[in-house]
């Protein structure tokens, strides 16, 4: 356990004293933010550790991202929109949304990079990204039919490789639901998932795509609300770590995981929020306090942990808006105070 926390600690103090922090529209640089990812997935899964404790210290390097009225960001980058989406309009089937650009012209990278990071997302749209995209547009009509309700059955039946992945990942696991500030927040609960088992019905590509999957559905969704409350939603993640396994797991679901989330952080700049470490284990929690240090003072005050928050939940349905009163709003309440 000393060589290993040892050599998380010189890794990402390494990768902490080369961060560089903006103050445009967003507050983290992707390259390193990529590069932290790669170095803590290398690490554990040559130390064999379970996936959770992966994403547990991963989630370190979220940070809050904050923005102008949609309105207002729409004229600002009016020109930039309109370059891109004539780059699009090759792309026969390529998004039409203006939101779904604006979180490019977000971005701090140079424009020949962002073009040619769009121009990758088209082609994977058209292409390997296609049916994916297709079925959580379709999912997302067919979950918005009756306006002002949500029905989720669509959503969970549309996904990839449902029939196998749905056994073992369901809304008591995993769900997202709206804050009261306007975002979406993703919980999981990943000691409650077989990955030994899930993994034993899908192959490493096929889990890969329910994760895309996900993803291109919070990102429909996120766009949507941006346009009708005037507020880019940015979508944040409560992991509830209690009962995780520190070691072991399933390498497969790992692998997954991590590819699902490299590709990601392509497909959707400026998506993610912070990320919420509820519940650690105790020593999980030993091991943040000893890599938090190494963080800069203005990296620390972002950094989201909390005990409490989903605690006294049984099943994440609670907490959805169709699901228990009481659970909900003091689970939105805990969120806000972690948030203010």
Same mark, same amino acid.
């Given at each position: 356990?000393?060589?290993?926390?040892?050599?998380?600690?010189?890794?990402?103090?390494?990768?902490?004293?080369?961060?560089?922090?903006?103050?445009?529209?967003?507050?983290?640089?992707?390259?390193?933010?990529?590069?932290?990812?790669?170095?803590?997935?290398?690490?554990?899964?040559?130390?064999? %550790?379970? +996936?959770?404790?992966?994403?547990?210290?991963?989630? %370190?390097?979220?940070?809050?991202?904050?923005?102008?009225?949609?309105?207002?960001?729409?004229?600002?980058?009016?020109?930039?929109?309109?370059?891109?989406? /004539?780059?699009?309009?090759?792309?026969?089937?390529?998004?039409?949304?203006?939101?779904?650009?604006?979180?490019?012209?977000?971005?701090?990278?140079?424009?020949?990079?962002?073009?040619?990071?769009?121009?990758?997302?088209?082609?994977?749209?058209?292409?390997?990204?296609?049916?994916?995209?297709?079925?959580?547009?379709?999912?997302?009509?067919?979950?918005?039919?009756?306006?002002?309700?949500?029905?989720?059955?669509?959503?969970?039946?549309?996904?990839?490789?449902?029939?196998?992945?749905?056994?073992?990942?369901?809304?008591?696991?995993?769900?997202?639901?709206?804050?009261?500030?306007?975002?979406?927040?993703?919980?999981?609960?990943? $000691?409650?998932?077989?990955?030994?088992?899930?993994?034993? /019905?899908?192959?490493?590509?096929?889990?890969?795509?329910?994760?895309?999957?996900?993803?291109?559905?919070?990102?429909?969704?996120?766009?949507?609300?941006?346009?009708?409350?005037?507020? =880019?939603?940015?979508?944040?993640?409560?992991?509830?770590?209690? $009962? +995780?396994? =520190?070691? $072991?797991?399933?390498?497969?679901?790992?692998?997954?995981?991590?590819?699902?989330?490299? @590709?990601?952080?392509?497909?959707?700049?400026?998506?993610?929020?912070?990320?919420?470490?509820?519940?650690?284990?105790?020593?999980?929690?030993? =091991?943040?306090?000893?890599?938090?240090?190494?963080?800069?003072?203005?990296?620390? @005050?972002?950094?989201?942990?909390?005990?409490?928050?989903?605690?006294?939940?049984?099943?994440?349905?609670?907490?959805?808006?169709?699901?228990?009163?009481?659970?909900?709003?003091?689970?939105?309440?805990?969120?806000?105070?972690?948030?203010?």
């Amino acid at each position: 356990m000393v060589s290993f926390a040892k050599k998380i600690s010189n890794d990402i103090y390494w990768i902490s004293s080369k961060s560089t922090i903006y103050n445009h529209h967003r507050t983290t640089n992707d390259k390193i933010e990529r590069s932290i990812s790669s170095t803590l997935l290398t690490t554990f899964t040559n130390m064999k %550790l379970s +996936v959770y404790v992966y994403l547990a210290i991963s989630a %370190l390097i979220h940070t809050c991202v904050a923005f102008a009225p949609v309105s207002t960001l729409l004229q600002d980058h009016a020109a930039k929109i309109s370059q891109l989406k /004539e780059i699009a309009s090759q792309y026969p089937e390529a998004p039409t949304d203006s939101i779904f650009y604006l979180r490019y012209c977000l971005s701090e990278k140079e424009d020949d990079e962002l073009e040619t990071l769009l121009k990758s997302n088209l082609e994977w749209r058209a292409n390997e990204g296609k049916t994916i995209c297709g079925s959580a547009s379709a999912a997302l009509e067919a979950a918005t039919v009756v306006a002002g309700n949500w029905d989720n059955t669509p959503v969970r039946d549309m996904a990839p490789h449902a029939s196998a992945v749905n056994k073992y990942i369901t809304p008591s696991q995993c769900l997202t639901t709206p804050l009261n500030n306007g975002d979406l927040c993703y919980c999981i609960r990943a $000691g409650q998932i077989d990955d030994a088992a899930l993994m034993s /019905e899908v192959s490493l590509e096929q889990m890969t795509e329910f994760f895309l999957y996900c993803k291109e559905v919070n990102a429909l969704v996120a766009n949507m609300k941006s346009e009708k409350s005037d507020q =880019l939603v940015t979508v944040l993640t409560a992991n509830d770590l209690c $009962g +995780v396994k =520190l070691i $072991g797991g399933d390498a497969t679901f790992r692998k997954a995981l991590s590819a699902a989330s490299n @590709k990601a952080s392509d497909l959707y700049p400026n998506l993610s929020g912070p990320t919420f470490l509820l519940n650690l284990p105790k020593l999980l929690s030993a =091991l943040v306090k000893l890599f938090t240090p190494l963080f800069a003072e203005d990296v620390r @005050k972002r950094l989201k942990f909390a005990r409490g928050p989903l605690k006294d939940v049984t099943d994440l349905s609670e907490i959805s808006p169709s699901g228990n009163a009481a659970s909900r709003v003091l689970f939105l309440e805990q969120i806000d105070e972690l948030l203010a």
